[in-house]
């Protein structure tokens, strides 16, 4: 069973990090394949955090081999600083991978997200601010720098300059900023280079030799289904494609070597940033998701919006990503109401919508239709078996995976590595 995909099922923060981690040294590689250091996924380790933003989560598992694959954009100083702050902490980490294909988040690109957000005002995306979308952009206009560039140092002087002969432009007259140097640029990137080279490897014929050898190869989502820029509630997405069909473009690994696509969703909704949320609380309900589920965001520290799950959304994630399995995380959270209501549909101007609406405009008048549950009172921190969850939590469960079509195979009902219900073993 080699290739398994993890896959965000909502808007992100659902627990990716802690599903892949979970897995443990059962994972021979861990691959990242879109996004950059706009995630951030948090493990716990006995008593202790950590928050990865650009490093796969594999990488606390010192048995697991950790790639990036082409389809990541890098913020250099990033990566350096993740693996230092590692170092700083005594984890001893296997030496991560990183593709020649990659794409390379420089500080212009950086400066031009926040100036571009700024600009926009009102109609911002809520963006991290990590330069990931002028980065993507750059990549699609074929105007990219790659991590290969930085071992050729005329290829990467004149890409550099030509970006910033245009760019400059931009910065100056529209945005009202200073220029930035080329050479300071230039200059930064080359200090990466001889520290970067001992990681750099041609990742799509690494992953397929592994697959080859029967090696269990883990792609690790970032972001989610609803923020992949082809899929998700566009313009308010992230400028790649976190569903499970990026995990083959964004690392070379064709479409049959997938054995498994797994979809996380939390066992209720967040979202940070603006854009659509049908379930949205503004009271104190979904106060008290976010108290109780710590729901501040681990990249930026902004509140997370939340509200009730909404399998309208999970069932068009398990549609596009074909997910094999769910894991349903953070359900201890839910514990104490008395009443949960699902959204099992919307209400568009009193057309009743079963599935996802086909357009943006529908989506902004979508009201929740929702169906109730009752609660449990338990904290089922201390479950392992599913068995042991109070009956009522049992009904929510699988009123969830009749809603959303597709069998829910762990559950998560802490943030510890250990509190985790396996009711099908991911790897088998
Ligand atoms: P990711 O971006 O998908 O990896 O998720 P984040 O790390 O941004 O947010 C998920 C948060 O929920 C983290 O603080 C995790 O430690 C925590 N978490 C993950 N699974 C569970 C769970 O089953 N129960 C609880 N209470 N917390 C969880
Ligand atoms: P993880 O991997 C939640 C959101 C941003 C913004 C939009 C675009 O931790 O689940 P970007 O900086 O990517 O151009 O921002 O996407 N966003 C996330 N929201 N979790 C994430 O990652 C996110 N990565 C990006 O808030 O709305
Ligand atoms: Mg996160």
Redesign the pocket.
């Known amino acids: 069973m080699p290739g398994i995909v993890v896959v965000?099922a909502q808007?992100?923060?659902?627990g990716?990090?802690k599903a892949t981690d979970n897995l443990g040294d059962r994972v021979d590689y861990c691959v990242r394949y879109s996004?950059?250091n706009?995630?951030?996924?948090t493990i716990k380790v006995g008593g202790d955090t950590f928050i990865l933003h650009l490093l796969p989560s594999g990488i606390l598992n010192p048995g697991t081999t950790t790639v990036l694959g082409n389809g990541v954009v890098i913020d250099l100083d990033v990566f350096r600083q993740e693996l230092n702050a590692l170092a700083e902490r005594g984890v001893t980490v296997p030496h991560p991978l990183v593709s020649a294909n990659a794409h390379i988040i420089t500080p212009f690109h950086t400066t031009l997200?926040k100036v571009t957000e700024r600009f926009l005002g009102k109609r911002k995306?809520?963006?991290?601010?990590?330069g990931?979308?002028p980065a993507y952009a750059d990549k699609v206009n074929r105007v990219g720098i790659r991590v290969q560039d930085l071992f050729d140092e005329s290829i990467l002087r004149q890409k550099v300059e030509a970006n910033l002969d245009f760019k400059n432009q931009v910065l100056v007259k529209l945005y009202n900023r200073r220029e930035i140097d080329p050479i300071q640029i230039t200059e930064l990137l080359l200090s990466h280079a001889e520290s970067l080279r001992p990681h750099v490897v041609d990742s799509a014929r690494l992953l397929n030799a592994a697959l080859d050898e029967g090696k269990v190869v883990l792609f690790e989502?970032?972001?989610?289904s609803h923020?992949d820029v082809d899929h998700g509630t566009y313009p308010?997405?992230?400028?790649?494609n976190?569903g499970a069909a990026g995990a083959c473009t964004g690392t070379g690994v064709g479409p049959t070597r997938i054995d498994r696509v797994v979809g996380i969703a939390k066992a209720y909704t967040?979202?940070?940033?603006?854009?659509p949320f049908p379930t949205e609380l503004f009271d104190e309900d979904g106060e008290a998701l976010r108290e109780k589920g710590h729901e501040y965001?681990?990249?930026?520290g902004?509140k997370?919006r939340c509200g009730w799950f909404d399998a309208v959304v999970v069932e068009h994630a398990v549609m596009v990503n074909a997910f094999t399995d769910v894991f349903l995380t953070k359900l201890d959270i839910l514990s104490g109401w008395k009443k949960i209501p699902v959204c099992v549909a919307y209400d568009v101007n009193g057309v009743r919508h079963d599935t996802m609406p086909m357009t943006q405009s529908e989506l902004h008048h979508a009201k929740p239709i929702y169906e109730y549950v009752d609660g449990w009172d338990e904290d089922i921190s201390a479950a392992r078996t599913f068995d042991e969850l109070p009956e009522n939590c049992k009904k929510y469960v699988a009123f969830l995976e009749q809603r959303v079509g597709c069998r829910i195979s762990g559950i998560g009902v802490g943030p510890g590595r250990d509190q985790t219900i396996v009711i099908n073993d991911l790897l088998s």
């Open positions: 965000g808007w992100g923060d659902e990716k990090g996004g950059g706009n995630a951030g996924h997200d995306i809520g963006t991290t601010g990590r990931v979308g989502g970032a972001q989610a923020l308010y997405v992230t400028s790649s976190p967040t979202r940070v940033g603006e854009g965001g681990a990249t930026t902004r997370r």
